[in-house]
């Protein structure tokens, strides 16, 4: 699953939520009648396994979508109340990553197509594998799991990441001294 977005607070009384985007395209993927995945187990807190208590569904759907302020705001069909709306806060949204089209751009990847791979130094030395992407305001960082337990976050630029080989199912990295043992 591609995460696009997250639930933040509710908006109003009638069901609308803040989202957090998280995607380059969030005209197309909010757009209204869009089916968005909730990423399992995201059920917060405040909804529980209790009768009665609103359950985060597998799929939401976007009824509409309209920015406010510079935030996006949607509301999603079936949620018509401020109390369902705050069972949804911190859902993940994602969509299908087979239904989305590779970047253009040689130079751009999405997330799903680099966590797994292998992280090597420009001298062959492997590091471990990339575990997940963080999306920092800076640069975004891959999160790399070390083979002995560890992670270390390596920013995604290109003088540290020279080369992404999808085809080899490695990432090669240059990291100036010490940004690993932080």
């Known amino acids: 699953m591609l995460i696009v977005g997250r639930i933040g607070k509710p908006h109003g009384i009638r069901g609308e939520v803040t989202v957090e985007v998280r995607t380059d395209e969030p005209e197309a993927r909010f757009a209204p009648g869009s089916m968005l995945r909730t990423e399992p187990g995201a059920t917060p807190a405040s909804a529980s396994a209790q009768p009665g208590v609103y359950q985060v569904p597998a799929e939401l759907?976007?009824?509409?979508?309209?920015?406010?302020?510079?935030?996006?705001?949607?509301?999603?069909?079936?949620?018509?109340?401020?109390?369902?709306?705050?069972?949804?806060?911190?859902?993940?949204?994602?969509?299908?990553?087979?239904?989305?089209?590779?970047?253009?751009?040689?130079?751009?990847?999405?997330?799903?197509?680099?966590?797994?791979?292998?992280?090597?130094?420009?001298?062959?030395?492997?590091?471990?594998?990339?575990?997940?992407?963080?999306?920092?305001?800076?640069?975004?960082?891959?999160?790399?799991?070390?083979?002995?337990?560890?992670?270390?976050?390596?920013?995604?630029?290109?003088?540290?990441?020279?080369?992404?080989?999808?085809a080899g199912g490695r990432v090669v990295v240059d990291p100036p001294g010490g940004l690993l043992d932080l």
């Open 61 to 166: 759907t976007v009824e509409s979508a309209r920015w406010h302020q510079g935030r996006l705001l949607v509301a999603f069909e079936g949620v018509l109340d401020r109390h369902v709306a705050e069972a949804l806060r911190g859902t993940l949204l994602g969509v299908d990553s087979a239904d989305v089209a590779p970047p253009e751009d040689p130079e751009e990847f999405h997330d799903h197509q680099l966590v797994g791979l292998a992280v090597v130094t420009t001298d062959g030395e492997r590091l471990g594998e990339v575990a997940r992407i963080e999306h920092a305001p800076a640069s975004d960082l891959l999160v790399l799991r070390r083979p002995e337990g560890r992670t270390a976050l390596i920013p995604f630029v290109k003088a540290i990441v020279p080369e992404v080989d999808l």
